[in-house]
Structures are given as structure tokens and as C-alpha cells.
């Protein structure tokens, strides 16, 4: 999990260690079922470590157990947080990541961003983001709440903030309605991830010279 050590170890024994760190933020969309699947596609990638914030809203949609990396919750900032000495999470998290997923991304969420409301450890990390490093959303939610006018500018805003949308898709929603707001499928945002950490050098300190 994402523990302040060295990014990378060169050494004329081992070859320099290349991990490029993705922090994976879900939120209380039923598409949040597809967590495990998204987390294992994720860790097909060589190279690539990833860990989890999870609000608790979107708890309800998975189990812990199928998510086979570090997961953070709001209780975690609570427990490491004693006195002024301890380190404060979602700014150890900020400097961990290289790269954010938020997916899914709900209606609350996506509200509290574009506003800059940050009441839980997920949106304190994306509030203290470095916007020097990619932040990729995948919006998520009932047709309804989509075609609502105030998405459009709230996606809009996070655009302006330099977010990468994974656009929503059409679907039958588990609800039975068909239409936007289906998250876009895990193949397509594995490789939206992918297509973005090609065009990124490695943080210099993994990459010397
Ligand atoms: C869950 C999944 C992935 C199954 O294909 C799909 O329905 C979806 O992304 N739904 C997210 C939209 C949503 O939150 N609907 C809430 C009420 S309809």
C-alpha cells in the first residue's frame, strides 16, 4: 500500500523498478459492482500498483475481499490521525498516486467535486489534487439524474479543471431503465488508462538521467 518508500531501487543487481502508481476512487453508483473486475484488469498491466479510496456509500456494492489491493476508507484518515506529529492520508495519497480513476463516478460526487465540497476522504484527495497528473472520470448514474441540466455543467466544470471523462454508455440499467448513464465498460476504461500513461513520462525519480 502506499507507504512513503524509495519510488525505485537501481542497483547493478535489480534493474530499476518501474511501478507507476494508479489510486482507483468509488463512489455509491450500482456500477460500483464492477469494482473487482476494473481493480483486476488494472493489475494486468506490468508495471502499474494500484490502490483503492472507497466512500461509504459505495461499500454497499462490493466486498473488500474481492479487491485485492490496499483500500482506503474515511475511518483510515480518523485512525491515523491522532495529534499534529501524524501524517494526514489524503495528502499521502495525493503524493502516492500518479495517476487518479474515479469509477465510478455518482451524481453525489460528481456534485461535490465540480463545488469543491470535500466531506470524506475520496474528495479530499481529488479537493488537494495534483492537476499535473492525470485525473480520469467515469460518470455513472440513473438516465434520469443524467439528462438532468445541472450534469452537463458540472462535467463540464471538472473538464475545465483538466479531468479526462470516460463517457457514460447506454445500456438497460439495472433498474430497468434503458439509456445514459451506464459507466462505460471496464475494457474501454483499462484502456483509456493505458492510452494516458503512454503519454506520460514516469515521475522523474523513476526515470534518473
Ligand atoms: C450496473 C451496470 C454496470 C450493469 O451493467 C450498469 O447498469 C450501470 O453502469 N449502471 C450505473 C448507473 C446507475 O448507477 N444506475 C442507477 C439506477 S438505474
Known sequence: GPQMEPRATSSAAAPLRRQFRVLVGVTGSVAALKLPLLVSKLLDIPDLEVAVVTTERAKHFYSPRDVPVTLYSDADEWEMWKR?????????????ADLMLVAPLDANTLGKVASGICDNLLTCVIRAWDRSKPLLFCPAMNTAMWEHPITEQQVGQLKDFGYIEIPCVAKKLVCGDQGLGAMAEVGTIVGKVKEVLSQRQLPAELNPG
Open 84 to 96: 499534529r506529529s501524524d501524517p494526514v492520508l489524503h495528502i499521502d495519497l495525493r503524493r502516492w
